[in-house]
């Protein structure tokens, strides 16, 4: 697709918004809540900084959620938070090994072969294991993601964390999640 430089910002947000239309998206863009309060959630209250990154910023046991709203509304972002449910994204399983002397590591499987088993710990460390020494090795069947998420955070919290991860999206794409153009705007 070519570059639209003839076009002014308020054209191609014009332009994105009838295309969303077209697909049906028309308000997944809407913004719940207030993004900088999200930010102070995320990064505090919630916890949530302490697995995921945003921008570089956060922990590194989660996904990366830098670019996560891009692509999805608000409802979606908010089901993915309080799901109890959750599918657990390839590279992210967690599991507990149990050496021969009793000792037990939980951490995320970075790597796995028919013989080793690779764990990294919260504290970021990485702990290689033979399968063959290991008394123990099972997957966890939950996800490391705290599943009472609307218990510890009310309603309008929980909707800052939605808009903070929506607003965290590339800059050219911000414009369309503040504000829906008008027909003015296109002209």
Known sequence: MPAFHSL???????????????QGNTD????????ARGREIFFGKG????????AGQGGFLGPDLTSYGAASS?????????SANRIVPSGYKSAAVTTRDGRTVEGVVRNEDNFSV??????GAF????????????????????????????????????SFLMDTTPS?????????????DAE
């Open 8 to 22: 002014s910002n308020a054209q191609v947000q014009f332009l994105v918004s009838y295309i969303r239309a077209l």
């Open 28 to 35: 997944s863009r809407v913004v719940p809540g207030d993004a």
């Open 47 to 54: 916890e949530c900084s302490s697995c995921h990154a945003v």
């Open 74 to 82: 608000s409802k979606q972002i908010l089901d993915a938070i309080l």
């Open 118 to 123: 690779q764990l990294q710990t919260q504290d």
């Open 127 to 162: 702990h290689f294991f033979q399968k063959s020494d290991l008394q123990k090795f099972e997957y966890s069947k939950q996800s490391l993601m705290p599943a009472n998420y609307s218990q510890r955070l009310n309603p309008d919290e929980l909707n800052d964390v939605v």
């Open 172 to 184: 050219h794409d911000k414009a369309t999640s503040k504000k829906a153009p008008t027909e003015d």
